[in-house]
């Protein structure tokens, strides 16, 4: 998990979201944390981090619910990155479930950005550009900390369209790689050819 992204990390328990984990690493490569915790000083519950990959829950609830050949097919991260809207570098891209898949391609075209992985297939391994989380029904980030969110189809139901549409800063886009989605809080922009796109108002 890349060190900086550690201030916008949220317990997924039900208490004020603003209050900070603190983290402790016991194995770094370079910015990344490969193993330690991260604990609450409010619920003191802690959350280990285990070969890159931050565990605030069940991986296998996470993955619970969604058909396998929803995630078989994805988009060029050339039109991922223009659906994004994104042109420029910094900040953050949440990738929810199978769109995880993307963020090799996306670093390519999508230079100083950083991606944030939730519920990563298992094919998916941490890199310099993306750090990933898991926990079974929330996205353990805080509000309106995201230049853009991509929900793959696997994960295109809730909760995981409020939560993505709670992470987005207003002005901003999420994209679902399901046609028929429809997310809380977003103007739908676009539909088609297999996705959907809305801006937080």
């Known amino acids: 998990m890349y060190i900086e992204l ?13 209050t900070y984990l603190v983290l ?14 991260v604990g609450c000083p409010v619920c003191k519950n802690e959350y280990a981090i285990a070969d890159g ?10 993955d619970a619910g969604f058909p396998a050949e929803a995630a078989t097919s994805l988009p060029a991260a050339d039109t991922v ?23 090799g391609d996306l670093a390519e075209v999508m ?18 550009t ?11 980030l805080k509000s309106s900390m995201a230049r853009g969110v991509v929900v793959g189809a696997d994960h295109a139901a809730e909760p ?8 987005v800063l207003r002005g901003l886009r999420l ?8 997310a809380p809080e977003m103007e739908q922009l676009a539909r088609g050819d297999g996705m959907w796109v809305g801006v937080r108002r």
């Open 175 to 182: 994209v679902v790689l399901a046609e028929d989605a429809a």
């Open 53 to 62: 990959v931050t565990r605030f829950g069940d991986q296998a609830g996470a």
């Open 6 to 18: 550690t201030e916008y990390l949220r317990c997924p328990e039900e208490h004020e979201e603003q």
């Open 111 to 128: 230079d100083g950005v950083h991606f944030v992985g939730v519920n990563a297939p298992a094919d998916v391994a941490p890199s310099a």
């Open 81 to 103: 990155q223009a659906l994004l809207g994104i042109t420029g570098p910094g900040g953050y891209v949440v990738l929810v479930g199978s769109a995880a898949r993307l963020a």
């Open 160 to 167: 995981w369209l409020g939560e993505g549409s709670r992470l």
């Open 130 to 140: 993306l750090s990933l989380l898991s926990h079974p029904s929330v996205i353990p």
């Open 24 to 37: 402790v690493p016991q194995v770094m490569e370079g910015r990344a944390v490969t193993a330690g915790s």
